[in-house]
Structure formats: structure tokens, C-alpha cells
């Protein structure tokens, strides 16, 4: 009986340490053609993990993942916006799908030392619309 308890109680302590997260794709599914090609990529971010260190989110944008070309390109937060980053993500003449994903990079309190971790967001994809 009593390692059942103990066995609960180390589960619920994982738990907790480990928290839930969300990434949120808030730009637009598609843009307009324009002449530099770039365009922005916009995302939100929630999670209620504790042992989080705010200061260490370092959030990149993937494209191409599937390709031999994966590119990883840091994004910026939102001024005046909380847990929301941004980047200009190019995208080559021609293309009018472009596929990407956001990777969520972190540091958290251990008991002895921070450990390293990260969370990856489902696959999305904006559409280039000729003007």
C-alpha cells in the first residue's frame, strides 16, 4: 500500500515539474507575393511549466524539414506582446506553398543544475498568393 503512494505521488511530481504546452500559429495561412520574399511568421506560446526560465526561450523557425535544405531561423518577440515571437521566414520565387514549423527552445531548474528541452509545434504551411 505504501508504494502505492510513493508511486502516485512521484507521478504527480512529474507532472507538475513538466507542465503543459501550447504553440499557437497566429499569422495569417496565407500572404501576397511581394518583391523581397520574405514573409512573417507569427506564433504564440503557453505552458505552465514552473521550473521554466523565461530568459533562456530561444524560439527558431524550421523550414524545409523534410528537405536536405532544413533552415532554422531565430525569431524575435512581439514588442509589447507576451509569449509571442516573430520572423521573416524567405521563401524562393516560384514557390506558392511553404511548410514550417516552430521549435520552442528552453532551459528549466533542475534539483542540482538547468537542464535543456524543447518543444516542437504540428507542421503548418501558408499559402504565396500572386498579387
Same mark, same amino acid.
Given at each position: ?21 501550447? /504553440?499557437?500559429? %497566429? *499569422?495569417?495561412?496565407? $500572404?501576397?507575393?511581394?518583391? @523581397? *520574399?520574405?514573409? &512573417?511568421?507569427? /506564433? *504564440?506560446?503557453?505552458?505552465?511549466? !514552473?521550473?521554466? %526560465? ?16 532544413? !533552415? ?6 512581439? &514588442? ?9 521566414? +524567405?521563401?524562393?520565387? *516560384?514557390? @506558392?506553398?511553404? @511548410?514550417? !514549423?516552430?521549435?520552442? @527552445?528552453?532551459?528549466? $531548474?533542475? /534539483? ?6 524543447? !518543444?516542437?509545434? +504540428? ?9
Amino acid at each position: 500500500m505504501e508504494m502505492r503512494y510513493k508511486m502516485v505521488t512521484v507521478l504527480g511530481l512529474a507532472l507538475a515539474v513538466s507542465g503543459c504546452t501550447s /504553440i499557437t500559429n %497566429l *499569422g495569417s495561412d496565407h $500572404h501576397v507575393r511581394n518583391a @523581397n *520574399g520574405l514573409y &512573417p511568421v507569427v /506564433i *504564440g506560446w503557453d505552458t505552465n511549466q !514552473r521550473s521554466l %526560465l523565461p530568459e533562456s526561450v530561444q524560439p527558431v523557425v524550421q523550414t524545409d524539414f523534410q528537405a536536405s535544405t532544413f !533552415r532554422e531561423i531565430p525569431m524575435t518577440p512581439v &514588442p509589447g506582446a507576451v509569449n509571442c515571437w516573430t520572423a521573416q521566414v +524567405p521563401a524562393p520565387k *516560384g514557390v @506558392n506553398f511553404l @511548410n514550417y !514549423r516552430v521549435k520552442m @527552445n528552453f532551459q528549466y $531548474h533542475k /534539483i542540482s543544475k538547468r537542464g535543456k528541452d524543447s !518543444r516542437l509545434s +504540428p507542421p503548418y504551411q501558408f499559402q504565396i498568393i500572386d498579387p
